[in-house]
């Protein structure tokens, strides 16, 4: 199986650190960006091409530059019958189908963690796609971690936690590891506490019958300081905080 990139940013670099993470042979991974192919060819050991050379030696192309871009793209490039991956946010598959007509397009909303095998990605198919077609995509996203076939209706609240999650995750600890300086610790010191403390803590959960409040509330000893650390997140109204980013993050529209 070969993998094509349109775009080589940020997340189609973390999709093909995950396939290599995942034993793909770097042999079999084609990228194509004005600005960055090149050189991230050479890191990852992979293939730097022209766009239309990347298409036509690819099993499965992903489409990872903006969404802006898509109608520009799609014009001028040929994709007939191939399996196009789009993570494009907010690109539906009525978009891709008018924007690039020919081809078995695929709706995906993935996120950074693809990078390590430990992607969140929501799948939605074009009518088109036969069940062997399902597969070969299905498989390629199990390479890069969990996946999951969605409403695309549910993609801009999933693209919201899901997408969008790890950066509030990251500012999460960056505020821990803020709060650990401002009270004595070294910085990088404070970094890896918060960092493990995070990694910990969702382990735990993950591996736990229980939910997230139940687990929160048996790290509150009666009458203790974490108590008195809940009691002002709730002052400050932290859910509602959280609340009011992710409709922000919802609401927000692509230029
Ligand atoms: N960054 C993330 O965590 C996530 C991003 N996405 C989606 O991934 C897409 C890319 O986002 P990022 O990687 O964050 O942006 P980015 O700005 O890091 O990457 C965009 C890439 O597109 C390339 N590009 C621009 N014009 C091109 C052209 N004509 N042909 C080929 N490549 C071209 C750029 O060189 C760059 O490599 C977006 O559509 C975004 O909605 C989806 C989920 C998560
Ligand atoms: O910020 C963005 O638009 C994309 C969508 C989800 C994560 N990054």
Do not use: C
């Not at 014009?75 to 789009?86: D, E, G, P, Q, Y």
């Not at 993609?155 to 899901?162: G, K, L, V, W, Y």
């Not at 591996?207 to 002002?232: F, I, K």
């Amino acid at each position: 199986m070969t993998y094509g990139f349109i775009g080589a940013g940020n997340m189609a670099t973390a999709m093909m650190k995950g396939l290599l993470h995942a034993n793909v042979d770097p042999a079999d991974i084609y990228v194509s960006s004005p600005h960055r192919a090149k050189s991230l060819a050479e890191e990852l050991h992979i293939n730097a091409a022209d766009s239309q050379t990347v298409i036509d030696h690819s099993d499965i192309v992903v489409l990872a530059f903006l969404p802006n871009q898509l109608t520009e793209i799609g014009a001028t490039l040929n994709f007939t019958n191939k399996i196009v991956v789009s993570v494009l946010a907010q690109i539906t598959i009525a978009d891709l189908n008018q924007a690039i007509p020919n081809a078995f397009n695929v709706r995906a909303l993935p996120n950074i963690n693809s990078a390590i095998g430990q992607g969140n990605t929501a799948l939605a198919f074009a009518d088109n796609i036969d069940a062997a077609q399902n597969k070969i995509v299905t498989h390629f996203w199990q390479l890069l971690g969990n996946s999951v076939t969605l409403e695309e209706e549910q993609f801009a609240i999933f693209s919201a936690i899901a997408g969008s999650g790890p950066a509030y995750v990251f500012k999460f600890i960056d505020a821990l590891t803020k709060a650990g300086v401002a009270n004595g610790l070294e910085e990088t010191q404070a970094a890896s506490i918060a960092t493990q403390t995070v990694l910990g803590s969702a382990s735990t959960l993950n591996q736990s019958d229980s939910d997230a409040v139940t687990l929160m509330n048996s790290v509150a000893s009666p009458g203790g300081s974490t108590r008195a650390g809940l009691d002002n997140f709730e002052a400050n109204q932290f859910d509602d905080v959280v609340a009011k980013a992710i409709l922000a993050t919802v609401n927000h529209k692509h230029a």
